[in-house]
């Protein structure tokens, strides 16, 4: 039996990390992992985190090129998920009811393509009817920031 961390695991550990109240993330300046609030952080979550270092680090730059867009629905996933919270997504998804249904419609869509569990990376989930949804849902997110702007 390998050692190899799967993205379910990293995404585990990620979301203990951030609902502890701690902030991991890749700092811009340096493309590091950093940490915020470590105190926070449970001794076996950090332990976790450590010994998975490497995967972390992967999962965090393989977003370092991502769209806009695909950030966008990143962060909508780990709203809904309770693993990050974002203020500005919440205000959008309760004002604009239309907005929250086309968000669970792409989670459906994603389901229907095979992600079952919120600990696994959905991108490789996505498909051509999901990408068009998660389009519309960026255009509808900008334009609502637009509008509260």
Not at 7 to 18: A, G, P, T, Y
Not at 64 to 91: I, R, Y
């Amino acid at each position: 039996m390998g050692s190899e961390i799967t993205s379910m695991q990293v995404l585990m550990i990620l979301s203990q990390i951030w609902k502890s109240g701690a902030n991991i993330y890749l700092d811009k300046t340096d493309d590091r992992i950093a940490i915020d609030k470590q105190k926070l952080i449970p001794v076996e979550v950090m332990q976790a985190a450590e010994q998975n270092f490497q995967a972390i680090d992967d999962w965090f730059k393989s977003w370092k090129n991502a769209s806009n867009e695909k950030v966008t629905l990143m962060k909508m996933v780990h709203q809904s998920c309770g693993w990050q919270l974002n203020k500005k997504l919440d205000d959008w998804l309760c004002d604009d009811v239309e907005s929250l249904d086309m968000f669970y419609d792409w989670m459906v869509v994603l389901a229907e393509n095979g992600w079952k569990d919120i600990y696994e990376d959905y991108r490789q989930y996505e498909n051509d009817k999901s990408n068009k949804m998660a389009h519309e849902l960026y255009i509808r997110a900008v334009t609502y920031a637009k509008k509260g702007a």
